[in-house]
T-cell receptor, first 110, second 116 residues
């Protein structure tokens, strides 16, 4: 699976949009971009995934660049409960393993 | 999303004893489950892939005789840490792969193991 690169930490003010970047320049055509987050002392929580089109659900939006070499997870109105480590993972369709990198520690400030 | 449970949520045991952790997929069947370990301030590390009805597949460096995995049904996988030692103290997390849904893994809440 392709490797991803994320900033180690980010801060965002409560109520503002949090934009978390991820680079995956070696992504292959059949690989999806998945986002998970892990709140302290809990298991990871699935957020969203996409192939090439932008995706939106009740939790977040995923914007994937046209060349698919990078993506951005957007939390439109961040709350204090969104403070967590966010993981961007690339996985081929049908492949089952997820390989976690170090992720981005997002802190939402009041 | 799909629900995965783990039991117990935390356990404290003496060195040399064995500890069993259960992972259940509550609202879907999972032919494949995964076990991860996470040390403080580190990312999740995959330990093994648990396959229903067959032997688990262990990642390099993980001792299969120490971490026994059983996946006897489509909704239950167990991880037994045998002869636990203080260095086995960690946060153990399972996940289940929902191939019938969104091709997505869903994670349990984790089990905090402390070995005295």
């Amino acid at each position: 699976d392709a490797k991803t690169t994320q900033p180690p930490s980010m801060d965002c003010a409560e109520g503002r949009a949090a934009n978390l970047p991820c680079n995956h320049s070696t992504i292959s055509g059949n690989e999806y971009v998945y986002w998970y987050r892990q709140i302290h002392s809990q298991g990871p929580q699935y957020i969203i995934h996409g192939l090439k089109n932008n995706e939106t659900n009740e939790m977040a939006s995923l914007i994937i660049t046209e060349d698919r070499k990078s993506s951005t997870l957007i939390l439109p109105h961040a709350t204090l409960r969104d403070t967590a480590v966010y993981y961007c993972i690339v996985k081929a369709q049908g492949a089952q393993k997820l390989v976690f990198g170090q992720g981005t520690r997002l802190t939402i400030n009041p | 999303g799909a629900v995965v449970s783990q039991h117990p949520s935390w356990v404290i045991c003496k060195s040399g004893t064995s500890v069993k952790i259960e992972c259940r997929s509550l609202d879907f069947q999972a032919t494949t489950m995964f076990w991860y370990r996470q040390f403080p301030k580190q990312s999740l590390m995959l330990m093994a892939t648990s396959n229903e009805g067959s032997k688990a597949t262990y990642e390099q460096g993980v001792e299969k005789d120490k971490f026994l995995i059983n996946h006897a049904s489509l909704t239950l996988s167990t991880l037994t840490v045998t002869s636990a030692h203080p260095e086995d103290s960690s946060f153990y997390i399972c996940s289940a792969f929902n191939s019938g849904g969104t091709d997505t893994q869903y994670f349990g809440p984790g089990t905090r193991l402390t070995v005295l």
